[in-house]
């Protein structure tokens, strides 16, 4: 099974709101990721929590706040955000140590910043 | 800085053909790559990792290594329609760096 889930699927919120993005796995990984994806780019990574313990890209804006309650779970809280925000979300999750660290991506959630 | 460079296409191929994806990386240490197809608007999916010089082969689909050149290739034999996607190589030392991605497009 490697299966990443993702909630919501769609999500619209306007500049002012706060909304956080789940993102849950049960394969016993140990690091999980965020990626954000901008249309016809590649994925660029914002946060990965391995073995609990959180690297920042340091480009990503204060306004995404992750958190890691357990090593299933893995949320991105949105405050203030601005339209330019609005692409693809995306979890990953891998086992998070050796060479075949292989990275397994949930759906992703479509965000639109009104 | 590290760097993973695709060739940007896009690339069309008539079904029943081979579709040859090309990507090289920058960083001469790097040892695990990874090819994920992603259809559009939705999430990318892992189609093959390769980690050891030479060809290594799943079904239709076959990564090549040549950490000498730092080149990775995928080739898809009997392209399908439904291989019609973006296809992005990746590299990870340290963290996972993705190319810019192949647009292929299989014509019927």
């Known amino acids: 099974d490697t299966e990443v889930t993702q909630t919501p699927k769609h999500l619209v919120m306007g500049m002012t709101n706060k909304k956080s993005l789940k993102c849950e796995q049960h394969?016993?990984?140990?690091?999980m990721y965020w990626y954000k994806q901008k249309a016809k780019k590649p994925p660029e990574l914002m946060f990965v929590?391995?073995?609990?313990?959180?690297?920042i890209n340091e480009s990503v804006p204060s306004r995404f706040s992750p958190e890691c309650p357990n090593s299933s779970l893995l949320n991105l809280h949105l405050h203030a955000l601005q339209p330019e925000d609005s692409a693809l979300y995306l979890c990953?999750?891998?086992?998070?140590?050796?060479?075949?660290?292989?990275?397994?991506f949930g759906p992703g959630t479509r965000l639109t910043v009104l | 800085q590290k760097e993973v460079e695709q060739n940007s296409g896009p690339l069309s191929v008539p079904e029943g053909a081979i579709a040859s994806l090309n990507c090289t990386y920058s960083?001469?240490?790097?040892?695990?790559f990874f090819w994920y197809r992603q259809y559009s608007g939705k999430s990318p999916e892992l189609i093959m990792s390769?980690?050891?010089?030479g060809d290594k082969e799943d079904g239709r689909f076959t990564a090549q290594l040549n950490k000498a050149s730092q080149y990775v290739s995928l080739l898809i034999r009997d392209s399908q329609p439904s291989d019609s996607a973006t296809y992005l190589c990746?590299?990870?030392?340290?963290?996972?760096?993705f190319g810019s991605g192949t647009q292929l497009t299989v014509l019927p």
């Open positions: 394969m016993g990984h140990r690091a």
């Open positions: 990746a590299d990870l030392s340290g963290q996972l760096t």
């Open positions: 960083d001469r240490v790097s040892q695990s």
């Open positions: 929590y391995s073995y609990e313990k959180l690297s």
């Open positions: 990953a999750s891998s086992q998070g140590s050796g060479k075949a660290d292989t990275q397994y």
């Open positions: 390769i980690y050891s010089n």
